[in-house]
């Protein structure tokens, strides 16, 4: 029980359509396994929905609430259900993503309005949602800010938007864990690599027009570890590490969760 007695928010709880389980949803599971009181909090309410029934029937609370991350009023309408509820907030665990399904592109095929949603959404929404919460976690003196970046910020990335909101999101984090630290506040983030989630695989297969096994396949053959990717499971593994006590020394880190994908780029 390494978060009991805490309450944790998770952004992007629920999960695109596909086979397996997404870093949002494990995450909250994974949080509520632990002891924390979970806020699930998705743009899809029916998506966030599974995930709190999913926690309930383990035994654990977790409620769900609809906020769009490019809407900064529900995300404050959000913060303010937990914050009402539990009077306190530990734990905020930002997850939402969007690449491919948001129209990202090439550098020589990007067009404003694609650029503009997955800035937005990526990007955008994190600094949203820790501009709300950091007033109720300095006021505690004690929080713990977990973002999620990507491996792509880092390594060869074709598509223009995700890489650079993934890189945004990486110089943010080290920033807020220098402007909170005096408050008690950490912040670090997680870079996941290749992840075998709804969003990574299946989101790929309908766009090329592959089948799931083939796109798993030709992302597995790229892993060094094991030659598989790794699971949602292993991302949330990583973000309750930062999110516990036991990361209470850690702040302005930038963990690869990868595979040793990342150790084959010379530094």
């Known amino acids: 029980m390494r978060l009991a007695g805490k309450i944790a928010i998770v952004v ?14 494990a995450t909250a599971l994974r949080f509520a396994e632990e002891g924390a ?35 900064e009023a529900t995300l404050v309408k959000a913060f303010e259900a937990a914050h009402r509820r539990w009077d306190r907030i530990d734990i905020l665990h930002n997850n939402v993503g969007v690449s491919i399904a948001g129209g990202d592109a090439t550098p020589l095929e990007i067009t404003e309005e694609a650029f503009d949603r997955v800035v937005a959404i990526n990007l955008r929404g994190a600094v949203m949602a820790c501009k709300h919460v950091l007033p109720i976690m300095r006021q505690q003196r004690a929080g713990a800010i977990i973002n999620i ?39 670090n983030v997680i870079l996941p690599g290749l992840i075998d989630t709804p969003m990574a695989v299946d989101t ?26 790794g699971t949602a499971r292993d991302i949330a593994n990583a ?19 990868d595979g040793g994908a990342l150790a084959q780029i010379s530094s």
């Not at 790929?204 to 094991?226: F, H, N, Q, T, Y």
């Not at 973000?239 to 969760?257: H, N, Q, R, Y």
Request: charge should be positive.
């Open 204 to 229: 790929r297969a309908r766009v090329s027009g592959r089948s799931r096994a083939e796109v798993a396949a030709m992302r597995d053959a790229k892993v060094p570890l094991r030659r598989r990717m």
């Open 239 to 257: 973000a309750l590490f930062l999110a516990s006590d036991e990361a209470d020394f850690i702040t302005g880190v930038a963990l690869p969760v």
């Open 12 to 25: 992007g709880a629920g999960q695109s359509p596909g086979e397996g389980m997404g870093n949002g949803r």
């Open 37 to 71: 009181k979970v806020l699930a909090v998705d743009n899809r309410l029916a998506s966030a929905e599974e995930t709190a029934a999913l926690v309930r029937k383990m035994g654990g609370e977790c409620l769900a609430y609809e906020a769009d991350v490019t809407r």
């Open 149 to 187: 970046s990507s491996t792509a910020a880092w390594e060869d990335y074709p598509l223009v938007t995700y890489k650079a909101t993934k890189a945004g999101m990486i110089a943010y984090t080290k920033q807020l864990a220098v402007q909170n630290a005096e408050y008690g506040v950490r912040a």
